[in-house]
């Protein structure tokens, strides 16, 4: 029976690998993913490399090394992410060769710290795309409104862009806006659309660890694990009426590529749901779900891929629906998410920086 991660690609959802490290890359696992399982790209965070390198001795020569030349724990732990990132670059090229610069790509992250300034996620995604210095690499920005114009601006200067950290409809259809508005930009520029890459990751079973415990004594208890299903159906429906658009046609016929949505937080938090659930839920042509190691794994051992998108829209309006008659406003827990998970965000880079200045402490003497 054909692996159900390769299913997924044929059905026009590409896998994507919610992770990174040094030693996936070296020791060939990233290359064997690729082969054997059609993983088609990377995604990689604050808290994911504060696992890496805090959690293995893998960079602690580089630390040493980087330690000795003067710098700061913040530019030591862009050095080695850079260096990371390159590496699976390179392993993906052929992906991102084959698929016409569709997938094969790799993000790392501004610094979560920059959530509220514009003006400065641009200058250090700018940077990180000149550091990384290759064509399949992709930046990630946090889709927050005070960001809403750095996409447009890196879009616009011919960066592939990975919006994260979005959690409702509204913020996501803005995101449509600030990518459609940075490629405009850039045509009028008379500069080429084709080639340039972005994803918006909306974040699901997020949605769903909020609302459950709110549901409790409001004789709503049959929404239980289905809210995160209907917002990203929503989500998935505002990306189909964006392409039904004479804006929209205008783009490709000058070779703009579509913006597809990435399910992101795709792993069961619940134990009462089971652990492809989210990922079963959201199967659907032009997107991409970005899944940890436990749920790719559990993917693979016992997915069953089946585009099932069409039939959460049509049930996805009653249950919000059903949500608000229940007392509960999901645009409150969708603006809750989206600042605690800039701050969850901000406080892994800083706990990452923490762990590099200790290490670069403790390494020094040896």
């Given at each position: 029976m054909t692996n159900p991660l390769v299913r997924l690609g044929r059905l026009g959802q590409s896998p994507w690998y919610d992770f990174i490290t040094r030693d996936l890359i070296a020791s060939g696992t990233l290359a064997r993913l690729i082969a054997e399982d059609g993983l088609l790209g990377m995604t990689s965070n604050p808290t994911i490399f504060e696992k890496a390198i805090a959690g293995s001795a893998d960079y602690d020569a580089d630390i040493r090394r980087l330690t000795a030349g003067g710098l700061e724990p913040a530019q030591v732990f862009e050095a080695l992410?850079?260096?990371d990132v390159q590496a699976a670059c390179d392993a993906f090229l052929p992906v991102y060769r084959a698929s016409g610069g569709r997938d094969g790509l790799v993000s790392l992250e501004v610094s979560p710290t920059l959530a509220d300034d514009a003006a400065g996620t641009v200058v250090e995604a700018?940077?990180?795309w000149a550091s990384l210095g290759r064509p399949n690499a992709m930046i990630k920005i946090p889709g927050t409104a005070a960001c809403l114009p750095?996409?447009?601006?890196?879009?616009a200067a011919g960066l592939n862009v990975n919006v994260t950290l979005l959690f409702s409809v509204d913020r996501y259809r803005q995101v449509i806006e600030a990518y459609c508005a940075?490629?405009?930009?850039?045509?009028a520029a008379g500069l080429p659309l084709a080639g340039i890459a972005s994803v918006a990751s909306f974040f699901v079973s997020r949605v769903d660890t909020r609302i459950d415990p709110m549901l409790e004594g409001r004789g709503a208890a049959d929404l239980r694990g289905t809210v995160a299903i209907a917002n990203a159906a929503l989500a998935y429906r505002a990306f189909q009426e964006s392409l039904a658009t004479p804006r929209w046609s205008t783009l490709a016929a000058r070779g703009a590529e579509r913006q597809r949505p990435l399910w992101a937080s795709t792993s069961t938090k619940d134990p009462k749901y089971p652990d492809v659930y989210y990922v079963e839920a959201l199967v659907a042509?032009?997107?991409v779900n970005t899944l940890p190691p436990d749920t790719y794994a559990a993917y693979r051992d016992h997915g069953s891929p089946e585009i099932r998108i069409e039939a959460a829209i049509a049930s996805a309006a009653g249950r919000i629906a059903a949500l608000e008659r229940a007392g509960i406003s999901l645009a409150e827990v969708t603006d809750f998410l989206e600042t605690d998970g800039v701050a969850k965000f901000a406080a892994s880079y800083r706990s990452l920086l923490g762990g590099i200045e200790s290490k670069m402490g403790s390494l020094a003497g040896r």
């Open positions: 992410a850079v260096t700018r940077r990180l750095a996409i447009t601006e890196c879009i940075g490629l405009e930009r850039r045509a042509s032009d997107t």
